[in-house]
């Protein structure tokens, strides 16, 4: 390839007159923003054991009031992007987040899409639109753009989550702002109720709902099922995986990331094909080896790491006689919606 020519190639007194009227050229830099081939990746493959985390955040839980908090949260940084950054990938943040029992964290709303995964404990709920929303393990609850959350704390032991936003690209779009509420008045009912069964929706006879964001928790005791009913249905099927999508449109349940839970068989060994998104892998129950360019991790039980787009990754369920669940996050629909979603096999 020819090789072009370099900044210093050109006269002092030149590239002074260009900075000062705020030029700049394109031939010394071109290569770096448009590399051959494959892209730049800062996005490290990066494991954060949970057994480190936890104790850190509820050291956290003693130095800092929620008060003084607001959202009680150690942030999985991607060291690739620098720590500062708070991203996990280009487009997606992570974090663990604490409750203690009768704990508050208010009402706000902002620009970009959240979930949460529920790690550990028993209690907590979230209010997303006036929606209570209770927080099991395994469960994952959206806080979509735009939408009130808030979340409570009635039981007796601290709860965890793992938070996943597209907050790195909204910042980066300089679209990221939040509004501070006051506390929500709770409506009735159970939003994923009506949608806990497959193939049937809401008729809508009077008029349609004008609901964006129908559903807004799913039940790990659902999903694990569906997982479950997938992998006994049809023993040849090599990937048992689901997508979490909005059942009134079929499409992704938000509009920038994509979220899915995966079955890996006993032992099972699979290999995920070189796709163009950044992906984020979370066990739910189980221990899986992951290897993802030249780092393998051993992920225990509510451990998380991530990949770089591009790369193809190999999960091995290192149970040999039980099933391991895996929480993915990527940024598929993010890819897909700007047409530059590859997949290399
Ligand atoms: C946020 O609103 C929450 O509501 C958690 O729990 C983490 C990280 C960045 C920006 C907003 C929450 C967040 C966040």
Redesign the pocket.
């Known amino acids: 390839m020819q090789e072009l020519g370099r900044l210093e190639d050109l006269p002092q007194d030149y590239r002074d007159e260009l900075k000062e009227l705020n030029l700049v050229p394109l031939w010394p830099s071109l290569r770096g923003v448009l590399p051959p081939k494959v892209p730049t990746r800062q996005t490290k493959a990066t494991h954060w054991p949970y057994k480190t985390i936890k104790p850190l955040l509820l050291k956290a839980g003693e130095l800092t009031p929620i008060e003084k908090a607001e959202?009680r949260?150690l942030v999985l940084a991607n060291p690739g992007h620098g720590l500062e950054k708070m991203q996990a990938s280009a487009a997606m943040?992570l974090?663990m987040?604490l409750l203690m029992p009768g704990e508050w964290?208010p009402s706000?709303r902002?620009t970009?899409n959240?979930v949460r995964m529920i790690v550990e404990g028993e209690g907590a709920y979230t209010t997303v639109d006036g929606e209570k929303c209770p927080m099991h393990r395994g469960d994952l609850i959206l806080?979509p753009t735009g939408l009130w959350?808030e979340?409570g704390h009635d039981g007796k032991d601290p709860v965890i989550w793992l938070?996943v936003?597209d907050?790195p690209l909204v910042y980066y779009m300089e679209a990221s702002y939040h509004i501070n509420g006051e506390r929500q008045t709770v409506v009735s009912g159970l939003g994923d109720k009506p949608y806990a069964r497959g193939g049937v929706v809401p008729t809508q006879v009077f008029e349609r709902s004008k609901k964006a964001y129908p559903m807004l928790r799913y039940a790990w005791t659902d999903a694990k099922a569906a997982l479950l009913a997938m992998a006994s249905d049809n023993p040849a099927l090599e990937a048992v995986q689901i997508t979490y999508v909005n059942p009134e449109t079929g499409a992704d349940a938000e509009n920038i990331l994509g979220f899915y839970a995966m079955l890996l068989r006993p032992g099972q060994t699979l290999r995920l094909p070189a796709r163009s998104p950044a992906q984020v892998f979370h066990v739910i129950e189980g221990t899986v080896h992951a290897q993802i360019v030249d780092s393998s991790f051993t992920l225990v039980e509510a451990d998380t790491c991530c990949a770089p787009g591009y790369e193809a990754v190999t999960l091995k369920n290192l149970q040999a006689d039980k099933p391991s669940f895996v929480f993915i996050a990527d940024e598929s629909p993010l890819h897909r919606k700007l047409g530059v979603y590859e997949n290399r096999g």
Do not use: E, F, I, S
Request: aromatic share 6%; net charge neutral; glycine share 6%.
């Open positions: 959202r949260v943040y974090g987040q964290a706000h902002h970009p959240a806080t959350h979340h938070d936003l907050l």
